[in-house]
């Protein structure tokens, strides 16, 4: 069983920070590589960040310069930093690991909020 607990989201003003995490546990190969996906009412999930084990990130390009993914290998913890937040980042958001042998899993999702 494989469990990703993910914290931090919550409601923010615009040009606020949050930090969010994910914790991997359970019975998980090694992690080839760890993100963040996003979704809004409607609309299709969509990629935030991506971090490889070897520390390679990927960004969407609406976060680009904003957001800072990074993880903690020996914790299995992957983190969002997220900077000058603005009403269009509002969205549920989404852990996700990959592991060794290419199975995926999810996070139950954290709901972020910018508003005023």
């Known amino acids: 069983q494989v469990q990703l607990v993910e914290s931090g989201g919550g409601l923010v003003q615009p040009g606020g920070s949050l930090r969010l995490s994910c914790a991997a546990s359970?019975?998980?190969?090694?992690?080839?590589?760890m993100g963040w996906y996003r979704q809004t009412p409607g609309k299709q999930r969509e990629l935030v960040a991506t971090?490889?084990?070897?520390?390679?990130?990927n960004y969407a390009h609406s976060v680009r310069g904003r957001f800072t993914i990074s993880r903690d290998n020996a914790k299995d913890t992957v983190y969002l930093q997220m900077n000058s937040l603005s009403p269009e980042d509002t969205a549920v958001y989404y852990c996700?690991?990959?592991?060794?042998?290419?199975?995926?899993?999810w996070g139950q999702g954290t709901q972020v909020t910018v508003s005023s």
């Open positions: 359970g019975s998980i190969l090694s992690i080839k590589a």
């Open positions: 996700w690991v990959v592991d060794g042998v290419g199975r995926n899993y």
């Open positions: 971090i490889t084990s070897g520390f390679s990130a």
